[in-house]
Every structure is written in structure tokens, then in C-alpha cells.
């Protein structure tokens, strides 16, 4: 399988990570944000989720913080749009994209999968093609109750090191979600243990991606 390289001596510096909630990032692009973070110190990062509750925005800032850590430089923004409630917000949102599109010039943008079921996600996922035409955009997945996961066309390999931090850290970052039969340990790593199979990754774990346009 080819490999291309996006972190030391690449040219992804500028991240642009973009969550419907407050635990989105983590679980969809958490680990590939780790290893960027790692790899590269030079990242600079923003970090944007829209909906939130005050104690959800604690969780999301706090999160975010962990993940970041070691980041050359990083903003994290956290807005206060109903969960669920974003297609109805469309407007006010697309207004918010069309000001960070002002402030941020990303090399890598990490979105939402334009297929994912939650209309929460469709619609970052929408807003971040309709902004950003010229950009290169990796759309992560979020595994859910309505069984939409596809067939991705872009893998980051993962060590078991990075998966188990990615995941103690999600754990503890979010304890409004402990109770939802989706957030727990064995499922994210049997998500990555999938992703790992698919691309033959050397610890057999990774995060996956649907990659629409990609010039080299």
C-alpha cells in the first residue's frame, strides 16, 4: 500500500479541526491529532466545536487542552448551538465558518464524513466543502447507534500507545457521556482494530478517513 507523509518534514502544519460536539474530534480524529502533535512540534492548531452546553464547553476545553498538548501553538473555540438543532441554525453557522474562513488558512482540514447519519454532522461536514474549495479535507467517522461507517479511503496507523492514550483520555474528559452504551473502551478500540486490518497497519490499529479530492 502507498504511504504519504503529512507530519515531519511535511507540509501540514496549519490544522483546522472542526467538531459538531464536544467529544467529536476525539473520537474521530483524536489519535491522528496525537500522533500529529508527536511527530510534529511546528503544529498550529484551531480547534472549533458548535454545539455545547456550559458543562459540555468545560468537558469540550478541557479535552481539547490534553489532546493539543505539545502543539506549537493552538485556539480552541467552543460555540453554544443546540445539539441537534443545526440545520435549523444554518445561517448563523454558515456566518461563523465564513468568519474563520477570514482568520484561519489551513494546510489539513479534519470534518465530519458528508454521509454520517446525525444532521448535526452532515452539516459541518457541508459547511466545511461549501467554505473551503481549495483545501485539503479528511472527513473522520463516528461510530453510532444508525450504522453508517463506509468504506474509507484514507488510514493513519496508529501505535497501541497512542490508541490507549487516545482513549484513557476520552474517557476522562467526558463524564456526561458514561452512561451512553456508545462510549466505551472496547468499542473505540474495535474501531481502530478494523481500520488497523484494512490498511495492514504495523500495530494492526488506526483511524480512517474519506478523502473526496487529493492532489499530488
Known sequence: MQRLSLSVGGSARRILALGAHSDDIEIGC?????????ESR???VTWVVFCSTPERAREAEASAEQFLDGAAHRRIVIKSHRDGFLPMDWAAVKE?????KREVSPDLILTHYREDRHQDHR????????????????EFEIPKYDGDFGSPNLFVPLSAATLERKIALVLKAFPTQAGKAWFTADLFHAVARIR???CQAEELLAEAFYVRKLVV
Open 30 to 38: 483524536g489519535g491522528t491529532l496525537l500522533r500529529l502533535v508527536q
Open 196 to 198: 488497523g486490518m484494512e
Open 96 to 100: 461563523e465558518f465564513e468568519q474563520l
Open 42 to 44: 511546528e503544529l498550529d
Open 123 to 138: 452539516v459541518v461536514s457541508e459547511l466545511t466543502w461549501n467554505t473551503w474549495r481549495n483545501h485539503l479535507i479528511w
